[in-house]
Antibody, heavy 115, light 106 residues
């Protein structure tokens, strides 16, 4: 059974950093592109980042480019999202998902950016 | 950037009704379209991919169609458990989601 389990969310002040993790199991992690998708409270879904199987290629929308960094450790079947210079508009539940289409999602981890 | 527009934003229908949800792209996305169902408090679930391919385990009352810029999700006979918000997503030239259609039972 495919499982994706996010962790690392919490309350953080504007301008600070936070790193999210996603532990994958039930499939050969190194064979798949992976992604982060977020959802602000009572809002829609927004793709945040994608990483290739080896980690050599990464993709971001303009809204997070230069602030967020996606990475992976295939030996640990783990996905990461380093978020720097956080803003209030980054407040959301962050999901990791197997790319694309996103057939498998984690349960999400809530990030709240507030002073 | 290709924009995705869903309509209607809100839909109320009766159990047993046939329901159709629309998703329009600002330019052709060459059938690279998926539909997701999100129930309250849950992660999204993939229903349809490649415009009309049913994801494993999804009931056959769900179907997808379309081409070019115009796509549709149909539910042939609405069930109470279908209450959810439905999002379309294109994955041609990067993933972008529509704003969603909230479906309720009348």
């Amino acid at each position: 059974e495919v499982q994706l389990v996010e962790s690392g969310g919490g309350l953080v002040q504007p301008g600070r950093s936070l790193k999210l993790s996603c532990a994958a199991s039930g499939f050969t992690f190194s064979n798949y592109y992976m992604a982060w998708v977020r959802q602000a409270p009572k809002k829609g879904l927004e793709w945040v980042a994608t990483i290739s199987t080896s980690g050599s290629r990464t993709y971001y929308p303009d809204s997070v480019k230069g602030r967020f960094t996606i990475s992976r450790d295939n030996a640990k079947s783990s996905l990461y999202l380093q978020m720097n210079s956080l803003k209030s508009e980054d407040t959301a539940t962050y999901y990791c998902a197997r790319h694309v289409p996103f057939a498998y999602w984690g349960q999400g981890t809530l990030v709240t950016v507030s002073s | 950037d290709i924009q995705m527009t869903q309509s209607p934003s809100f839909l109320s229908a009766s159990v047993g009704d046939r329901v159709t949800l629309s998703c329009k792209a600002s330019q052709s996305i060459y059938n690279n379209l998926a539909w997701y169902q999100q129930k309250l408090g849950e992660a999204p679930k993939l229903l349809i991919y490649n415009t009309n391919s049913l994801q494993t385990g999804i009931p056959s009352r769900f179907s997808g169609s379309g081409s070019g810029t115009d796509y549709t999700l149909a539910i042939s006979s609405l069930q109470p458990e279908d209450v959810a918000t439905y999002f379309c997503q294109k994955y041609y030239s990067g993933p972008t989601f529509g704003s969603g259609t909230k479906l309720e039972i009348k």
